[in-house]
């Protein structure tokens, strides 16, 4: 009975990954679904505190602007890094109705790193250009759901412009591809390339209020299982903003609350003139056990709603777990 409920609950799943195919992008259209190219948290200022990859003893500029990593102020500063997280998913596949219903736990495995090349100081502003990579395998726990385990690679190279008023641009270019385990194909991937401003600002001597936004096109290659591969199906431009805080409870312990609005408008093919709004919450608790090592612990909700579509593609999900990272510098 048991082979029995597993082996519906994956005919299931595979019905409704072909039968969704060209609109959404192969279970992973919400934020949260899947780790990309890490990036640290460029654009925050020294005092970002525990959990974050700002520096702690590197001075601002002669222009005011404050150094988003702890950089070397000649040649290339390198950083990696690997993390592990364990947590609940309460819609693995990301759908509505019937397959809505499966739970499952994930894991997931990050191996990262990147290199800031160099500082530029300008009269207003310091200029850092980035470039980094990340590989993570994803495995689903429970659920019966471990044939759709697949591993993202993640890239990316961006120009990041900090201003000694708070505010920080960006303009860059990432790279992501998802590729199944069990059948060693790529299933998914994409160029982003992307432009984004943020604004931190102290709201008291251990709170920091960070403003974030973005725009940018997605354009995309993905499997299809009728045609073998589908270029442009998924294509689609996404502007996002969010607001969070980062509260420093002590020197080690830190609390993370976010919202994230963002809004994807799909142009090609089947997809023209079909929408997304998905809105996430998300609270990240940080714990410090070493000037490298972070216990982390992390929770966030997203609902997806969608129009231009004649079938359902809302959906909710709940992500709930904890992980480790390590993190060095060189």
Request: glycine share 10%; net charge negative; aromatic share 12%.
């Amino acid at each position: 009975m048991n082979y029995l409920n597993k082996l519906s609950t994956i005919i299931c799943a595979i019905i409704g990954l072909a039968f969704t195919q060209h609109v959404f992008a192969q279970g992973n259209p919400s934020p949260e679904a899947t780790e990309r190219g890490i990036v640290p948290e460029l654009g925050l200022p020294n005092n970002a505190g525990a959990g974050g990859e700002s520096s702690g003893d590197v001075t601002a500029s002669d222009a005011g602007a404050q150094r988003p990593v702890k950089l070397k102020k000649k040649g290339v500063s390198t950083f990696f890094g690997y993390s592990s997280k364990y947590f609940y998913r309460s819609n693995p596949l990301m759908a509505s109705g019937k397959l809505s219903q499966q739970k499952t736990a994930m894991w997931t495995n990050a191996f990262f790193a990147g290199a800031g090349l160099g500082v530029i100081e300008t009269d207003s502003s310091v200029i850092t250009p980035y470039v980094g990579a990340s590989w993570t395998v994803n495995d689903y726990i429970q659920g019966g759901l471990d044939t759709l385990n697949y591993n993202s690679t993640g890239a990316y190279a961006l120009l990041l412009a900090q201003y000694g008023n708070g505010w920080s641009a960006r303009a860059g270019i990432n790279y992501a591809s998802d590729a199944s385990t069990e059948n060693d194909t790529e299933d998914y991937s994409e160029y982003f390339p992307n432009i984004g401003v943020m604004k931190a600002y102290a709201l008291s001597d251990s709170t920091l209020g960070i403003f974030n936004a973005s725009a940018g096109k997605h354009i995309t290659s993905s499997f299809d299982i009728f045609k073998a591969t589908d270029a442009g199906t998924l294509d689609n431009w996404e502007i996002s903003s969010s607001y969070g805080l980062k509260w420093n409870a002590s020197q080690n312990l830190s609390f993370a609350p976010q919202y994230r609005l963002s809004y994807k408008l799909y142009d090609e093919g089947a997809n023209k003139d079909h929408d997304d709004l998905t809105n996430a919450v998300s609270l990240r608790i940080a714990y410090q056990l070493g000037s490298s090592v972070t216990l982390d612990l992390s929770t966030s909700y997203s609902k997806r709603t969608t129009s231009g579509v004649p079938i359902n593609l809302d959906f909710k999900n709940l992500d709930t777990g904890g992980g480790l990272s390590l993190n060095a510098r060189f």
